[in-house]
T-cell receptor
């Protein structure tokens, strides 16, 4: 079955370390997204990519970086510059056209700074 | 810019009670509107959507009607079950104002007691 896979499900990071969250999709979707979820804050857009080798900053991109070298993959790196990285991170992809257009979400990665 | 406002939770109901979760929006274009549901520890699942004014989205007993005159998309269910306990997010997609990215409300946590 097609879908989005995020790994790992839980991730612990020491202060000052960079960590990379994986997001892979086999839906053949062009667009991919990273959201951050904090309690009571809803979902906030970090980065998005509409085609391979291109990506744009979302509302809270500071302290994060991404790459989009393959259509299927959109990894997110949380850098040491991100001052409060503890959160639940959700990846999504989207089919932009056709009658079944819409977003598909992964099951998330919970990042905790220790 | 575009925004979504939904009622604050948590909402606690008894099984078989009637549910309403209010959602209003501001948008510069002609948005599509969505309700997503998030079960504990999981990603988001699309519950229902409406793409133009007066459309009614429905799924699993939930309904919401796109009201342009009141800029609202309230979620309703006639008889909730314990299994409906989750966090519900209202969202919009507006190519005119937000480049087609999803804008989310802050979420409403629903707890249904037996």
């Amino acid at each position: 079955d097609g879908g989005i896979t995020q790994s790992p499900k839980y991730l612990f990071r020491k202060e000052g370390q960079n960590v990379t969250l994986s997001c892979e999709q086999n839906l053949n979707h062009d667009a991919m997204y990273w959201y951050r979820q904090d309690p009571g804050q809803g979902l906030r857009l970090i980065y998005y990519s509409q085609i391979v080798n291109d990506f744009q900053k979302g509302d809270i991109a500071e302290g994060y970086s991404v790459s989009r070298e393959k259509k299927e993959s959109f990894p997110l790196t949380v850098t040491s510059a991100q001052k409060n990285p503890t959160a639940f991170y959700l990846c999504a992809s989207r089919q932009r056209t056709g009658i079944n257009y819409g977003y598909t979400f992964g099951s998330g990665t919970r990042l905790t700074v220790v | 810019g575009d925004s979504v406002t939904q009622m604050e939770g948590p909402v606690t109901l008894s099984e078989e009670a009637f549910l309403t979760i209010n959602c209003t929006y501001t948008a510069t274009g002609y948005p599509s509107l969505f309700w997503y549901v998030q079960y504990p520890g999981e990603g988001l699942q699309l519950l229902l959507k409406a793409t133009k004014a007066d459309d009614k989205g429905s799924n699993k007993g939930f309904e919401a009607t796109y009201r342009k005159e009141t800029t609202s998309f309230h979620l309703e269910k006639g008889s909730v079950q314990v299994s409906d306990s989750a966090v519900y997010f209202c969202a919009l997609e507006d190519y005119g104002g937000s480049q087609g990215n999803l804008i989310f409300g802050k979420g409403t946590k629903l707890s249904v007691k037996p």
